[in-house]
């Protein structure tokens, strides 16, 4: 399409000397060429890097989940949806969610992502889910352009974080959303289990921050604590 | 992100964060055209009528590539995208506008450069944005764009009068009175997520 | 850049000189500054967006060269920025397969090289134009500017901004980091007193000249 659209375009030469004139089968042809050119570089790059770059992930996810199921040491991703858990493959779209395995092959927990808009644009975090106490065990930030020194502390603040150590996330009796919603409260006021100690400086973010985990609890929660068994079965 | 809501993608990407002075895309025409008020509001206008533009036609591509499972070709794509549809702008303007186009003709040519354009493209699909979710965010964009721009040309305007130390004119005095505009900026950042 | 002959340049130490200093890119011409602020928040930052310039100035100002008989001038610029747009495409995935992390980083900013006018303006300007090996000659050294100009904005901000220079930390536990310089306003601020240093150099050297001349002419 930039064919006929190109010859427009002669911005900064004097009218004073005309082109000399090109057969458009010239032009066409060094496009057409240039174009194969660069698609065979592209795939023949594409080619060689893809098991490189679906290996980096792998190692980068794993080391994630690792970190927010501290104790896990083999990881499986399934797809959650709202009819339930399945695994990869079998042609359902939906959330990735990680199944963290001990090394006696028991399941560790489930590591579930988590998304809200914070002080300057959506922060993405993981957390890591222990059906067996019902708590979250542990948080980490994905991706975040928060202020550093301020509302990067939401992944680096000791105290913070202890707060993810054992979080109180169980289920009401129908199983359907958490018994009492994950909540932020001032700095040194928190009372029980499931309250977040939030960081005084950084409000905007730990409101994002338990606000995230709120929503994806509420939402993954039911159907991971309905579902344990297809996760307890450590895959071949 | 597919729930997020419009008010805040449009706030988002005009105010919390402008593609000028948040993100720095679109530096050089940043500084190149706002010497005046008048080219500042005409660029700015081309500007959101590009990225209106190209941000569909992006959408389109992407929804092809994806169709295709040619997605390692989108980059190439977007940008020969991006150019052809600078050029019909650049047609269109000359076509019904004469005194516009006087007034635009050499900066058109260089949207094409801009990063502004193509970084529009580049961070809806990222964002996974639907197509009225990109409309939004390509008119936030431009409209940031402009109010950055037309900022920027105030400033100057009144900039040009003062006598200043002959050491500090031109770029290296624009330069610094964008980080002060960007410093004033980040106090909107965090209004996105109280009302988003 | 516009004023450079047509002529068949010879290729000489200012080939790759100029684009250091004299030329240089990001200091003299004021252009490609979108990454130049961007992503110089750290030194690592810096220097892996200024190596994938580099990389992406030397192939395609290459190829633009050995190809520049035989492209029209009615598509050049189509051609470059297809040429332009396919290194990219391969810097993309080579970052990803060095680092994802390094690849978050610099975001959407690797992909965002194809409108670097750097690229565009010498591929217009010199590649299409002159010989491979002062074509090869000069692209190193407009690329070697262009890192130097990201490496001087990037040590600044990471030292004011974090403390630290390459991710160690130079001071004691009492240095209060200056954030600002790491955030978006500290891009401006640095390249700005960068230009007005360069500006006073200038100026200086300038005002020596027409003494010294002043001197010499009252000497006859």
Known sequence: MSVDVETHSQPQREPSTPLPVTPSWAMLRTLAGIATLSGLLVVMVYQFTQPIIAENERVLTERAVFEVLPGASSNVIF?????????????????????GYRPDGSLRGIAFPAAARGYQDVIQFLFGYDPACACIIGSKVLRSTETPGLGDKIDNDPRFLANFDALDARLDPDGRALLNPITLVAQGTKTDPWQIDGISGSTISAQAMARALNEAAQRFLPIIQREQATLTQPTP | MQTEALHSIFLNAAIVNNFVLALFLGICPFLGVSAKKETAWNMGLAVIFVMLVSSMSAY???????????LFLRLICYIAIIASAVQLVEMFVKRFSP???RSLGIFLPLITTNCAILGLALFQTAKEYNFIQSLVYATGAGVGFLLALMLMAGLREKLALARVPSVSQGAALSLMLAGLLSLAFMGFAGIGGSIG | MSNLP?????????????????????????????????????????????????????????????????????????????????FVTIVDYGIQAISLELYAALGAFIQLIVANCVILGRAEAFASKQRLH???????????????????????????????????????????????????????FVLGAWLLLFNWIRLRKEQQSIERSGVAANAN
Not at chain 2, 60 to 70: K, S
């Open chain 1, 79 to 99: 797809i959650l949806d709202e009819h339930g858990i399945s695994q990869v493959g079998e042609g359902r779209s939906g959330v990735r969610i990680f199944a």
């Open chain 2, 60 to 70: 389109a591509i992407n929804w092809l590539l994806t169709e295709l499972d040619l």
């Open chain 2, 99 to 101: 005194s516009l186009f």
């Open chain 3, 6 to 86: 047509n002529r068949i340049e010879s290729l000489s130490p200012d080939t790759f000189i100029r684009g250091l200093w004299r030329e240089n890119p990001v200091f003299v011409m004021l252009l490609g500054m979108c990454p130049v602020l961007a992503v110089t928040n750290t030194t690592i930052n810096a220097i892996a967006m200024g190596l994938a310039t580099t990389f992406v100035l030397v192939c395609s100002s290459i190829l633009i060269s050995l190809l520049r008989d035989w492209i029209p001038k009615q598509v050049r610029i189509a051609s470059f920025i297809v040429i332009i747009a396919t």
């Open chain 3, 134 to 188: 002062t074509t090869l000659v000069d692209s190193l050294g407009m690329g070697a500017g262009f890192t130097l100009a990201l490496l001087s904005l990037g040590t600044v901000r990471e030292i004011l901004g974090s403390g630290t220079l390459l991710g160690i930390p130079l001071f004691g536990d009492n240095f209060q980091p200056w954030v600002v310089m790491i955030l978006p306003p500290g891009g401006f």
